[in-house]
């Protein structure tokens, strides 16, 4: 079965502009996270969507948001882009969290230049 | 406050010899614990988990020993290969509906021909 997938892989964007992340579940995932990785910091939780609300949110700022469709697929968004926010976007789905864990896609490198 | 650490940022180890990774945590409430494997430009693929009922888990090559009274757990991998040089991140759920899960750093394994 289809893996999840992230789109775009790659992404340039301009200090101040906006973007959107996008993230298709393995289906029949109804749970979809959203972290931001950068060196040296591991793995951040930015938030957790489950059939369209989010159940859980990390500790960052109101410019990160994110939304889930009936269809599970999930877009983060991230607004006034500043240059810390580069990093490798993951998203992960999965029906059970805690028997089989996550299935991660393989991200999108954002760069704010 | 990090309550999940891996101390080690990184870890060198001959091939055929056993790797060792080490995570910490502060919370007891934890009561699941997961190790993901990350290559470069790739997303995180779930290893092993373990539940704090048990204080070991055995995979193939990977094991996973819990010790609750000093919050530490273990992943074993003997014998290590090449393919096994990746980022190792171990993390941490509580058992209610909040699936959260938290991340240590990650640990860069480094196996030697």
């Known amino acids: 079965k289809a893996g999840v997938t992230q789109t775009p892989r790659y992404l340039i964007k301009t200090r101040g502009q906006q973007v959107t992340l996008s993230c298709s579940p393995i289906?029949?995932?109804?749970?979809v996270s959203w972290y931001q990785q950068t060196p040296g910091q591991g793995l951040q939780f930015l938030f957790e969507?489950?059939?369209?609300?989010?159940?859980n949110k990390g500790n960052f700022p109101g410019r990160f948001s994110g939304r889930q469709f009936s269809n599970s697929r999930s877009e983060m968004n991230v607004s006034t882009l500043e240059l810390g926010d580069s990093a490798l976007y993951l998203c992960?789905?999965?029906?059970?969290?805690?028997?089989?864990?996550?299935?991660f896609g393989s991200g999108t490198r954002l760069t704010v230049v | 406050d990090q309550q999940v650490k891996q101390n080690s940022p990184s870890l060198s180890v001959q091939e055929g010899r056993i790797s060792i990774l080490n995570c910490d945590y502060t919370?007891?409430?934890?009561?699941?614990f997961l190790w993901y494997k990350k290559y470069p430009a790739e997303g995180p693929t779930f290893l092993i988990s373990?539940?704090?009922i048990k204080d070991k888990n055995e995979d193939g090559r990977f094991t996973v020993f819990l010790n609750k009274s000093a919050k530490h757990l273990s992943l074993h991998i003997v014998p290590s290969q090449p393919g096994d040089s990746a980022v190792y991140f171990c993390?941490?759920?509580?058992?209610?509906?909040?699936?959260?899960?938290?991340w240590g750093a990650g640990t860069k394994l480094i196996i030697k021909p």
């Open positions: 993390a941490a759920t509580t058992g209610d509906s909040n699936y959260q899960l938290i």
């Open positions: 373990i539940s704090s």
């Open positions: 919370n007891s409430m934890f009561d699941y």
């Open positions: 992960a789905s999965s029906q059970t969290p805690q028997i089989n864990g996550y299935t």
């Open positions: 969507y489950f059939s369209e609300t989010q159940r």
């Open positions: 289906s029949g995932h109804r749970s």
